[in-house]
């Protein structure tokens, strides 16, 4: 790489910047809250790439216009490569210690010197203290040069790990970092973290074949106990400790996984490997004589059990655990022992009632099946060869769905498309997602991206038997994402359209469907209205069908009409239909008996005023169904008022109750009814409906924000216009229930009106939802609505609510794992926020900041920003932000070890948390002092703390802070030496995270695994 411009390198404009702002290096320093050694570091270049949240502190301190700090960070250099550097080594401590360059074996000097590079490699990345080493080295006896010795070894380590170093150069390998030595090392250097990353992602995939394989790998890793042959210490060193039983979990993880696929003998394989380096563990025993009885080999599981039980007898003095008894009288019974299986999707919508006809394509799809005919293909395409929309299509494939259902034991998935919606097709990720929540993925390991999203989808399905049913889809590009690539699985996709690219690129089998034949189509009134009314006005019945032109809809909708009308001679109801004209345009063909526009107008023309004004109304709303209150608000009606009018629409089949109080348009009659409006009702008139419809989600949103999030700073929102019904919502629980009925169609609306022009609405949408995305984790539709959120405010012009935006929008990033964008962001409402002097967008912006820096790993950065935070609410006189900062600041002290300091912080915080009766942070606070007191040692205070705190989160339903205050209630006892005290906690925690599908469940369980024995 060139040589930096001297002018443009970041020590040379470090300290160009602060001459002109007239600052020591010491007033600098104190002012960032860094080192005087660091300051004098960068501006000498000593340090290759001076870290960013360093170099922000720096140039907050010298207040440096957002340019200039841009011109700052961007002069770090990017990393160097070193030329010659051996890239080959490989240290391993998964059995004896091993390190290699190429295929040469590295001589790591005397015993203290391995040690010290295995406690190291033990912990990857992580800061070793060289108190922790000199403890580890010699004990409760350490020479008195044992510092000068430590720094010694570490010396000669990176001269032998690094050899092309240069001299006194920092350490590629090993580190010094803080008040200790730190080892970096890949999955391709340590096998250790080889073995981390292949557990993490065979755990992670939902597809058993493929974990089988990752799983097989990482176990393979392991060439003996961990560290085999060092020192007493450091096997029994934590992280050694931690080590083994990670091993033991993948173990049983595979073993399971194994059997499942029939794999007996690759389980007995790798569980033998394991046995005898854990001969008391029942687990791995129980799961062994599956393995063996699976392979054939029932008296060797036998055998094993009872040498398992004398060896439990003799050594520890108990008998077998429950799961081991169970297990044995399994075997002895020649019972096969499985896993309790997740329950399969069964997403089939209902059957249509009075099915009829359709003989032809009923054979076509039966000879599709697989096992019906040779060289089955992977897809069934159903579609409309001429695209008429009301022909059948959804209920030709879900009656044939019901049919063959048996015949995919996976279970069956299935989802509305919505191709040609007025408010637009369900996008394919949206579609992915929805598979994916059904298939079990929780929001925590979704994928980001459609093709990250759509191979693991694809994945799932892998060697599985499933009926997947794409209905109304508009395109080829819009299915190609949701079809599996496993031939056990078939895909049923109907459309209007005729989907020749399906067709021609993957093979896909067309079906066509055409108009019902007349016997089909009498047939079909007949079993709506009945044999005996339709057998005694034969003429009228063929006058309707002609009418219908066989158009299933339209046959429907007169049937009810029809149904509706006792006492009407069904030749009344011909000749009504008769003299409808219309039609939708884009459905209508030369013939006028096929005009869909004529049987809809005539339906419409049947209903009270009243309701087809909301008939009319309801083409406006976006999503995708509606509930009474959001119906009422179009309306501008009571609730009381609209339900007739809705029972009205569903009893003429112009709309259909899909869920108690839930209505739902086919997308036709949406198309239809957005037309009437746009004929019959004036432009004012649909413009104020559609803000009463923006305003009762606004509203409603923000009441049920503040059942979730009652301490939350509030907005002035628009106020609402006359006729707006506001949903009740008087529980957390009901807020919830809201939010998750409604959760689709507010993310529509949001689009809906950010398309309309509506920024005040969209930006005050997008605040009503946060809490409930962000808690849910539904942090992709986060992004998103913040990002509308974002150009609303732009468009108003109204600087605190761009910075909003864009906080809310990088908290949103922070979520997702995307740092880069979140910080970007996180900065860019920092400016505003100090060009307006909004000191609580400052501070909140600054509590944000110290939660993601916590999340990365930047204690110290989180620290800072949280006193930051502090400062800043005390300026504006911000009781609840202040008490709140000041138990943050006592966590991150915690965090970075200054008890102390925590302690005096967090007690400042709950004295004026009580005395403002704020619970929640009551709650947060004794947990945080419960935290510190564990840490200082007194388990006492720690318990009573940590009781207080887990009391208040019950009270409030607060289950994922009940679990993390259980887990770290479970610590103190623990160090208390009350065992079963908290062996009890740390179970309850582990029944709340595993309900919540947290990852911290299996740092749990192996706590409760350390209890054994």
């Given at each position: 790489?060139?040589?930096?411009?001297?002018?443009?390198?970041?020590?040379?404009?470090?300290?160009?910047?602060?001459?002109?702002?007239?600052?020591?290096?010491?007033?600098?320093?104190?002012?960032?809250?860094?080192?005087?050694?660091?300051?004098?570091?960068?501006?000498?270049?000593?340090?290759?790439?001076?870290?960013?949240?360093?170099?922000?502190?720096l140039a907050e301190a010298l207040?440096?216009?957002?340019?200039?700090?841009?011109?700052?960070?961007?002069?770090?250099?990017?990393?160097?490569?070193?030329?010659?550097?051996?890239?080959?080594?490989?240290?391993?401590?998964?059995?004896?210690?091993?390190?290699?360059?190429?295929?040469?074996?590295?001589?790591?000097?005397?015993?203290?010197?391995?040690?010290?590079?295995?406690?190291?490699?033990?912990?990857?990345?992580?800061?070793?203290?060289?108190?922790?080493?000199?403890?580890?080295?010699?004990?409760?006896?350490?020479?008195?040069?044992?510092?000068?010795?430590?720094?010694?070894?570490?010396?000669?380590?990176?001269?032998?790990?690094?050899?092309?170093?240069?001299?006194?150069?920092?350490?590629?390998?090993?580190?010094?970092?803080?008040?200790?030595?730190?080892?970096?090392?890949?999955?391709?250097?340590?096998?250790?973290?080889?073995?981390?990353?292949?557990?993490?992602?065979?755990?992670?995939?939902?597809?058993?074949?493929?974990?089988?394989?990752?799983?097989?790998?990482?176990?393979?890793?392991?060439?003996?106990?961990?560290?085999?042959?060092?020192?007493?210490?450091?096997?029994?060193?934590?992280?050694?400790?931690?080590a083994a039983r990670r091993r033991v979990r993948a173990a049983l993880a595979y073993a399971d996984l194994a059997s499942d696929l029939g794999l007996h003998e690759a389980a007995v394989a790798r569980l033998q490997e394991l046995a005898p380096d854990e001969p008391l563990h029942e687990g791995v025993a129980a799961k062994l004589m599956v393995a063996l009885a699976g392979s054939g080999e029932r008296a060797a599981a036998l055998s094993l059990f009872a040498a398992v039980s004398r060896r439990l007898a003799e050594e520890l003095g108990v008998e077998p655990s429950t799961e081991l008894r169970d297990t044995h009288l399994r075997v002895l019974r020649q019972e096969q022992v499985v896993r309790r299986a997740d329950p399969r999707p069964r997403q089939l919508p209902a059957a249509v009632p009075g099915f009829t006809g359709r003989a032809t394509q009923l054979e076509r799809l039966d000879a599709l099946l697989p096992g019906e005919r040779a060289g089955h293909g992977t897809a069934v395409v159903i579609t409309a060869i001429d695209g008429t929309a009301g022909v059948g299509k959804t209920a030709l494939a879900v009656h044939w769905a019901h049919r063959v259902a048996d015949r995919f034991p996976d279970g069956q998935l299935y989802v509305n498309l919505r191709g040609f919606d007025p408010a637009g097709p369900v996008p394919p990720d949206e579609a992915v997602r929805g598979f994916l929540d059904a298939?079990?993925?929780?929001?925590?390991?979704?994928?980001?991206?459609?093709?990250?999203?759509?191979?693991?989808?694809?994945?799932?399905?892998?060697?599985?038997?499933?009926?997947?049913?794409?209905?109304?889809?508009?395109?080829?590009?819009?299915?190609?994402?949701?079809?599996?690539?496993?031939?056990?699985?078939?895909?049923?996709?109907?459309?209007?359209?005729?989907?020749?690219?399906?067709?021609?690129?993957?093979?896909?089998?067309?079906?066509?469907?055409?108009?019902?034949?007349?016997?089909?189509?009498?047939?079909?009134?007949?079993?709506?209205?009945?044999?005996?009314?339709?057998?005694?006005?034969?003429?009228?019945?063929?006058?309707?069908?002609?009418?219908?032109?066989?158009?299933?809809?339209?046959?429907?909708?007169?049937?009810?009409?029809?149904?509706?009308?006792?006492?009407?001679?069904?030749?009344a109801l011909a000749a009504e239909l008769r003299q409808a004209r219309g039609g939708l345009d884009p459905f209508s063909g030369a013939d006028p008996a096929t005009d869909v526009r004529a049987v809809f107008s005539w339906s419409y023309r049947s209903l009270t005023g009243p309701a087809g004004r909301l008939f009319r109304l309801l083409g406006l709303h976006p999503g995708a169904d509606l509930a009474v209150p959001a119906a009422a608000s179009l309306a501008g009606m009571p609730p009381a008022r609209v339900r007739p009018l809705l029972a009205e629409l569903a009893r003429a089949r112009l709309l259909a109750e899909q869920a108690p109080g839930r209505y739902a348009f086919h997308d036709l009659l949406r198309a239809y009814a957005a037309e009437l409006a746009g004929e019959v009702d004036a432009g004012p008139a649909r413009s104020a409906a559609l803000h009463r419809l923006l305003d009762h989600y606004l509203h409603t949103a923000y009441a049920a924000d503040a059942q979730l999030n009652p301490h939350r700073d509030q907005i002035v929102r628009t106020p609402a216009r006359p006729g707006v019904t506001v949903d009740e919502l008087a529980d957390q629980r009901r807020a919830l229930a809201w939010f998750a009925a409604e959760h689709a169609t507010l993310l529509a609306v949001v689009e809906h009106a950010a398309g309309a022009g509506c920024d005040t609405h969209t930006w005050q949408l997008a605040w009503a939802v946060t809490t409930y995305l962000d808690r849910q984790g539904h942090w992709h539709d986060w992004a998103g609505v913040q990002d509308l959120a974002l150009r609303a405010a732009r468009g108003l012009g109204r600087r605190t609510d761009e910075a909003d935006a864009h906080r809310g929008l990088a908290r949103a990033y922070a979520r997702l794992g995307r740092f880069v964008d979140a910080h970007v962001n996180y900065w860019r409402a920092l400016d505003i926020f100090r060009e307006i002097g909004d000191l609580l967008g400052e501070a909140n912006t600054h509590r944000n900041l110290a939660f993601m820096c916590g999340t990365q790993g930047h204690q110290r950065d989180a620290l800072y920003h949280a006193r930051k935070a502090l400062d800043l609410y005390r300026a504006g006189g911000h009781q609840v932000g202040e008490a709140n900062a000041l138990n943050n600041v006592g966590w991150y002290h915690a965090q970075n070890g200054e008890y102390r300091e925590a302690l005096e912080y967090c007690e400042q915080a709950l004295a004026l948390l009580r005395e403002i009766d704020h619970r929640p942070g009551v709650a947060a606070t004794l947990d945080s002092l419960g935290y510190v007191h564990h840490r200082l040692g007194n388990q006492r205070e720690a318990v009573v703390s940590f009781q207080q705190a887990l009391e208040m989160f019950r009270a409030a339903g607060d289950r994922s802070h009940e679990a993390g205050t259980l887990t770290r209630l479970g610590d103190a006892h623990h160090a208390a030496g009350e065992r079963e005290w908290a062996r009890r906690a740390w179970r309850q925690a582990l029944v709340l995270l595993e309900e919540l599908d947290q990852p911290e469940a299996d740092e749990v369980r192996g706590k409760l695994a350390g209890l054994v024995g």
């Open positions: 790489m060139a040589p930096q411009n001297a002018e443009t390198t970041v020590g040379s404009l470090l300290r160009r910047f602060r001459l002109a702002a007239g600052l020591s290096q010491q007033e600098l320093a104190t002012g960032a809250d860094v080192s005087v050694r660091t300051i004098r570091d960068i501006e000498r270049e000593r340090v290759d790439a001076p870290r960013a949240p360093s170099l922000r502190r207040g440096l216009a957002a340019f200039d700090r841009d011109r700052l960070l961007a002069a770090v250099p990017g990393p160097r490569s070193e030329p010659g550097a051996d890239r080959r080594l490989r240290v391993e401590v998964l059995g004896p210690l091993s390190v290699r360059t190429g295929r040469a074996a590295v001589d790591l000097g005397p015993a203290p010197q391995r040690d010290l590079l295995a406690l190291l490699a033990l912990q990857p990345g992580r800061v070793v203290s060289r108190d922790e080493i000199v403890d580890v080295l010699w004990g409760d006896q350490p020479p008195k040069t044992c510092l000068s010795m430590v720094q010694t070894y570490v010396g000669r380590l990176r001269g032998r790990l690094d050899p092309d170093r240069e001299p006194r150069s920092p350490g590629k390998v090993i580190r010094l970092a803080g008040d200790g030595y730190a080892i970096d090392l890949g999955t391709d250097e340590l096998d250790l973290a080889q073995f981390q990353d292949l557990v993490e992602q065979g755990t992670g995939t939902p597809d058993t074949t493929t974990a089988v394989d990752l799983l097989d790998r990482a176990l393979r890793c392991w060439r003996g106990p961990v560290l085999a042959g060092a020192s007493p210490r450091l096997r029994s060193h934590p992280a050694a400790v931690a298939l079990h993925v929780p929001a925590q390991r979704m994928p980001v991206g459609l093709d990250a999203q759509a191979a693991l989808y694809r994945s799932l399905l892998a060697g599985r038997r499933m009926l997947v049913v794409l209905d109304n889809a508009r395109d080829a590009d819009q299915v190609r994402p949701l079809l599996p690539g496993s031939p056990g699985c078939l895909v049923i996709v109907t459309s209007r359209n005729q989907l020749a690219g399906l067709v021609a690129a993957e093979g896909a089998h067309p079906v066509p469907l055409d108009l019902l034949d007349p016997d089909d189509a009498a047939d079909l009134l007949a079993r709506r209205l009945g044999a005996d009314r339709v057998a005694a006005e034969p003429e009228a019945l063929a006058e309707i069908v002609r009418a219908c032109a066989g158009l299933p809809l339209a046959l429907v909708i007169v049937a009810a009409r029809a149904a509706t009308r006792p006492g009407h001679s069904l030749a």
